[in-house]
């Protein structure tokens, strides 16, 4: 008689013999970078969608996810309809990927079950399984607790990047319309357009994803600390901070291309109005982070205070991180 495989006795759950990694943020923070190097470990799976946006969509604010699966099965559909016989096939495929992306949307147990499938249906000899979705920063604990409770080792990993950074290169990519359609002369103006579009009915130390302080907080009373890995953008390009999060996810240290930069963009430089309105609103994230990881901090991070109490030439902190060595770049700081 055949024994039932984990996936069998309970599809509602990982198997027992497999650790979970959630990268839980935080966008624009190098977990594009990050997931691309696991997704060349042996020991890690990958799903083809990096981003699987399957707990912040279903448990949390964000419908971007499921809007975005059921127009690409509406696509797929309709190019199929147009299709000869020799793109048929090819078509079919998307179709089928597009299908999949959907089904974790499926009311009830489906769409967790259809989840949990997608982590660990093609992923082989893989101990580690990986879901790199960076706006899973917005959820709460309850969420965060679910998430653990779906594995008997989850593991969670939280990249922080200098507050008034993250948020400018996420409101230029978010923007960039805005921006483009004003570039020369226009181009202050512009920038706080297109701050203010991005933020909306937010300011910025409460923006759901440039709140560092209730992710950790949230995060925190969910999950044990042991469970937790924290990041900065600002060292993880390094050596060092490879191997520390090998350690953590158990997995052996390979070599990282620290040369490759991922989503890379056109660098907009942020006018200094715009940095001291960013310094004046983030100030509370900065003494978060500053007093819950004290000399972790990177020496790159901008001082707000002194960024108020300055001149236009902003600080050394800031001069210091725009000069920084090339291994401190990746997708969002040029982006």
Same mark, same amino acid.
């Given at each position: 008689?055949n024994m &039932?495989?984990?996936?069998t006795?309970d599809? !509602?759950r990982?198997p027992?013999?497999r650790?979970v990694?959630?990268?839980?943020g /935080?966008? @624009?923070g190098g977990?594009?970078?990050l997931a691309?190097?696991?997704?060349d470990?042996?020991?890690?799976? !990958?799903?083809p969608?990096k981003?699987c946006?399957?707990f912040?969509t279903?448990?949390?604010?964000d419908?971007q /996810?499921? @809007?975005v699966?059921? =127009?690409?099965m @509406?696509?797929?559909?309709n /190019?199929?309809?147009a /299709?000869d =016989?020799?793109?048929f096939?090819? @078509?079919?495929?998307?179709l089928?990927?597009a299908t999949?992306?959907?089904?974790?949307?499926a009311?009830?147990?489906?769409?967790l079950?259809a989840?949990?499938?997608l982590l660990?249906g093609?992923?082989?000899?893989a101990?580690?399984l990986?879901d790199f979705t960076?706006?899973?920063?917005?959820c709460?604990r309850?969420?965060?607790?679910?998430?653990n409770s779906l594995?008997e080792?989850?593991?969670f990993v939280f990249i922080?990047?200098?507050p008034?950074?993250?948020?400018?290169?996420?409101?230029?990519m978010?923007?960039?319309?805005?921006?483009?359609?004003?570039?020369g002369v226009d181009f202050?103006?512009a920038?706080?357009?297109a701050?203010?579009h991005?933020l909306?009915?937010?300011?910025?130390?409460?923006? &759901?994803r440039?709140?560092y302080m209730?992710?950790?907080?949230?995060?925190?009373a969910?999950v044990?600390?042991a469970?937790?890995?924290y990041?900065?953008?600002?060292?993880?390009?390094?050596?060092a901070?490879v191997?520390?999060f090998?350690d953590?996810?158990?997995?052996?240290y390979?070599?990282?291309?620290?040369?490759y930069?991922?989503?890379?963009?056109k660098?907009?430089?942020?006018?200094e109005?715009?940095?001291?309105? !960013?310094a004046?609103g983030?100030q509370?994230q900065?003494?978060?982070?500053?007093?819950?990881?004290g000399?972790d901090v990177p020496a790159?991070w901008q001082?707000?205070?002194?960024?108020l109490?300055?001149g236009e030439g902003g600080?050394?902190?800031?001069q210091?991180s725009e000069?920084?060595?090339?291994?401190?770049r990746?997708?969002?700081r040029?982006a």
């Open positions: 008689m &039932p495989s984990p996936m006795a599809p !509602l990982f027992g013999n650790t990694l959630y990268c839980v /935080a966008q @624009k977990t594009t970078w691309d190097y696991v997704a470990h042996p020991e890690c799976y !990958l799903p969608m981003e946006h399957f912040d279903r448990y949390g604010f419908m /996810a499921r @809007k699966a059921l =127009n690409n @509406k696509r797929q559909l /190019a199929m309809l /299709a =016989n020799f793109q096939g090819q @078509k079919l495929t998307e089928q990927a999949r992306r959907a089904e974790l949307f009311p009830d147990d489906r769409g079950a989840y949990i499938q660990t093609r992923s082989g000899g101990s580690r990986c960076p706006s899973y920063a917005t709460d309850t969420v965060f607790g679910f998430m594995a080792d989850a593991r922080m990047r200098d008034i950074d993250r948020l400018w290169s996420q409101a230029r978010a923007s960039k319309n805005i921006l483009a359609r004003h570039e202050e103006a920038a706080h357009k701050l203010k991005y909306g009915n937010y300011d910025a130390a409460t923006l &759901p440039s709140n209730r992710t950790i907080r949230e995060l925190e969910a044990p600390r469970q937790i890995l990041l900065f953008y600002e060292d993880l390009f390094t050596e901070s191997r520390k090998c953590f996810a158990g997995i052996g390979r070599e990282a291309d620290f040369s930069r991922s989503n890379e963009g660098g907009l430089g942020m006018p109005s715009i940095r001291r309105v !960013l004046e983030l509370v900065y003494e978060f982070v500053r007093h819950a990881f000399s790159a001082d707000p205070a002194a960024i109490a300055g600080t050394a902190a800031d210091t000069s920084a060595g090339e291994s401190a990746s997708e969002g040029s």
